[in-house]
């Protein structure tokens, strides 16, 4: 994050160093000479005369260094600990950054970083961010519902901010998530009912010309949201073939800019089998789950494990993590610091998004990083010790 600082000036060559010095000195010693006390400097020893000469220019010497601005330190205190203007530019526009392609998308070099804010993307939120964390994100995450277009001032701002936009695109119109939307029925998606939508926001994806992590229809391993295939009068079956169907008609309207991101929710004792949901590898470029503690959990494995293995094991995509949080608890420091060891031992992991949200937000735990100093920490130098793609995202 950019911040106006002070510059000062460079050292004044030495023939106007010695302009400015007798500009300063010899005005002041013509007006001793009309003054009593001109009687005493003489009657002063030769030596303690000397030493005041000394003084004198010396104090010269530095005030004219400081540019003769007696208001300069100040000022450049205030400077430095001014807040950055959230609308200026995120970066500089001369660091190289990484170029947001499909290629480096696949294969980052490096470790993609995203933090879900309640307005995200939001420059103030973003700026906010980056101070506490001391690192600008490479991912801005964020949610589109079935009733809204693709939002094309959203892109945008993801990448004025640094990072490449990931959109979870929920097939449903929102609301309470009990009542069922039959209009969103996975067998009526698979068959085109919704088609007029997903061509028209295929096509404004297609324009924008850069590309998005399109997470679609997420967590559907989990009963609470309409797309589950036990609600909504779907069946099994039903999600890979509304999936497979959304994908194609991209693929029919040209679309080449969006990297596909199939995203279910950590498994569990009792769950189905991944494989039930998987779409396959033709249709799926990035994989990943959530990671939530609940409260068992005090090691990142514990969390994490059952699940990668089972994601690995489904297939060789790389790997994400599209929300990450941890609920209070006495070990939430210890477990966020967990989570970045065990992000290094695991390089299958491209990035990660940390879920920014609190109860207050409409989240059901405070998942927040910055709920106290010890966890702020543990998540300012776990990020430290990840080899994070270089940003911005250009």
């Known amino acids: 994050m950019p911040v106006k600082r002070f510059r000062r000036p460079g050292p004044l060559p030495l023939r106007a160093w010695w302009e400015r010095l007798r500009a300063l000195l010899i005005p002041g010693l013509e007006r001793l000479r009309a003054l009593p006390v001109t009687r005493w400097w003489r009657s002063f020893p030769v030596l303690g005369r000397a030493g005041l000469a000394v003084v004198l220019v010396l104090g010269c010497t530095a005030l004219l260094l400081d540019d003769g601005s007696p208001d300069q330190a100040a000022a450049q205190t205030a400077a430095s600990a001014a807040p950055a203007d959230p609308s200026a530019a995120p970066d500089d526009p001369a660091k190289p950054g990484t170029a947001a392609t499909r290629s480096q998308l696949l294969s980052p070099p490096g470790t993609l970083f995203g933090i879900a804010t309640p307005s995200a993307p939001n420059a103030e939120e973003a700026a906010n961010m980056a101070q506490i964390t001391g690192v600008r994100t490479t991912v801005q995450e964020y949610f589109l519902k079935w009733h809204q277009d693709f939002d094309q001032a959203a892109f945008d701002e993801s ?236």
Not at 227 to 254: I, P
Not at 262 to 272: A, N, T
Not at 354 to 375: K, L
């Open 159 to 394: 990448y004025r901010l640094g990072g490449v936009p990931l959109l979870t695109w929920e097939p449903w119109s929102g609301g309470d998530k009990a009542v069922d939307q039959p209009e969103f029925a996975l067998a009526k998606i698979a068959a085109g009912s919704q088609d007029d939508y997903v061509k028209r926001f295929a096509q404004a994806v297609k324009k924008s010309g850069r590309p998005v992590v399109l997470r679609f229809a997420h967590e559907m391993n989990e009963p609470w949201y309409t797309w589950s295939e036990d609600r909504n009068g779907n069946r099994k079956g039903d999600y890979v073939a509304a999936w497979r169907h959304v994908h194609d008609v991209f693929r029919q309207q040209g679309v080449t800019n969006v990297i596909w991101f199939w995203c279910p929710d950590l498994q569990s004792p009792g769950k189905p089998p991944l494989s039930r949901y998987y779409p396959g590898d033709d249709y799926v470029d990035w994989i990943g789950t959530e990671a939530y503690s609940s409260d068992g959990e005090t090691t990142a494995e514990q969390l994490l494990g059952p699940t990668y293995r089972e994601l690995t094991a489904l297939s060789d995509k790389p790997l994400f993590i599209g929300e990450a949080g941890v609920r209070p608890s006495p070990v939430k420091a210890p477990l966020i610091k967990d989570f970045f060891s065990w992000l290094s031992a695991h390089p299958r992991v491209i990035g990660f998004v940390w879920f920014q949200f609190s109860d207050t937000d409409g989240s059901r735990y405070d998942w927040r990083f910055t709920t106290s100093p010890e966890a702020q920490r543990a998540f300012r130098d776990g990020l430290g010790s990840l080899p994070l793609v270089p940003g911005p995202m250009r």
